[in-house]
């Protein structure tokens, strides 16, 4: 079994909605604890596992669980308590480590770790957070309240899809539920746009990825959960191995045919937790979120703490929130320079963790529930500050123009711009490679940001790109919140693929990645009502992204392009420049669709006069 073991541990190292938690020495970065003087205690207990408990469900399925509890460290026996439960529902096999938290479970808390069906050792099909481990997450929350030594309240945690479960859980339960508060690490607000695309353009670096690894994590998963019971292991692996036709053979050829769930349909926005924040909140359930600059879910992560204000203040979750609205400390977000495999290093993420828990589970005054502004942000270097509203209520909108010359301008510049040639391929080496690799490459990318001269070699290796550079700041550029490009062309071609890249560029010619985003031109369509304006230009373009949507590019005219960039909350330092890359690939992470080549091959893009980035920036 110790074989099965690091098989499985392999394949959840490369699978790209989960990463273990890191466990770097907290506190090199500032801030992000909360602000009294309350202390954790001290480890008090042991634990003691029950491990392949079978939990039967309404429907006669069987699910399959683990009780980590705290012990009485003279005898090794579970403890009386009564201890608060935290519920972790996990599709990667209960057993596996840096899922539950020691940290909690000696201060006083149980823990229930259940494989999510059709993953495991549980029965039924997996759904990719479907319906039923909603339904199956409000069951599960009942049976957590009366485990032995249960005080009747539960929490849950967890990072990724085990976040993205608690978002759906919590927004099932109904009102008065045992579930008090959750807290989701690194989730998507909406996972088609957060992740599976970026404006229509297919992520193949994740979407390959998570289709092999979950394959792989499903499927022999059960050898470990069911070790007890070969045969029974062996029916749940044959089992779960099926999944793969309704789910990645299904997507796989869908992305190859540019048909089916590459575009947006009920599909995915059934998977959206953004649509059942409304739920949450009328559930009475808070929310502790962790984001991150460098994340996978980085471009949904402020989306959940603006929509879950928003529902608990009365307002659409899908708008903005106003500059002057008053955010409860009940849906906080914690925003850090973190990727999807090192969340919360350089601070302890379990002691906020265990404050918040303390608070809403043990009714415990550890200070974490009386901040006023709840968005907390840690930047890389060790700065932090605190903002209410998203976007941020001291921040404005900046317009920069793209100029002849290479330049971004304040103002709008005459004269002939840049042609961009379509390649589809990029050589890249930058943090996008890491960021859509769940963290898996950051040496690589430590690297690539140590060697200036390998960056300018590759820029000069791939002409065609458009390139354009403020002068050198006078002063710190604090970017806090959405981004957009207003993007004005010319097309030869019937389609069109835009790739943006943001960068810090320091006075020594050594670019860093902040953000970016991407735009397949048949797909511009915007939906106003969706999309948050800012005086003509949208800093947050929403596009639907249906096929019913999909236009050709008009070719010859000037079309415009309002192509979404992650929202990012970094600080430019003074000296150095910002740089706005515009291409049309970023291999291997946004590659051009199969079945779209034809149109795109040949295709010369002219900038045109009135295009902009357009920048959050705080005073």
Known sequence: MSMIRAVLVRLLAVALLIAVPSLASPGSLSAAAPPTAWEPGPATYDVVVT??????MRDGRVLRGAVHAPADPA????????FPVILVQ???GKTIDGQVSEYLIKRGYIFLTVDVAGTGGSEGQSQLFGQVEAEDGAELVDYAAALPNSNGKVGATGFSYLGIDQVFTASEVGPGSPLKAIFPVFTAADPYRDLFVSGGVVNMESSLGLIASYFGLRTFSPLLERRSNPFDALRLALSHGLAAIP???TTGLNVLFQQGRVYDSEYWQQRAPQRVLQKVVDNGVAAYVVGGQYDVFQRGEPFLYSGLQNAAAGRPVNAPMLPNQTPTSKYQLLWGPWDHGNQGEGIDLERIKLAWFEYWLKGVDTGIADVTKPFEV????????????FPSEAAQVQRLHLSPGQRLTAGQVAGMNQTIWFKGLSLACNQAINQWAAGA????VDFCGSAPLLQGLLDLLQPGDATYDTAPLTAPLRLSGPMSLTLKATSNRPETMFVTEVYDVAPNGSQRLITGGAQLGSLRALDTQRSWAAGNDWIVPYHPL????ASPVPTGATTRYDIEIRSSFVTVPAGHRLRLKVKTGDTPHLLPPPMKLVELLGGAYTVQPGSTLNLTVAN
């Open 75 to 82: 005898t090794g026996e579970a403890a009386p308590g009564p």
């Open 247 to 249: 789910f990645e053979l």
């Open 441 to 444: 490459l950051r040496a690589f």
């Open 90 to 92: 996990t599709p990667y």
């Open 378 to 389: 840690l930047e890389e270097g060790g700065a932090s500050y605190r903002v209410g509203s």
């Open 51 to 56: 491990d392949d408990i079978p939990i039967t």
């Open 546 to 549: 249906t096929q019913a949507s």
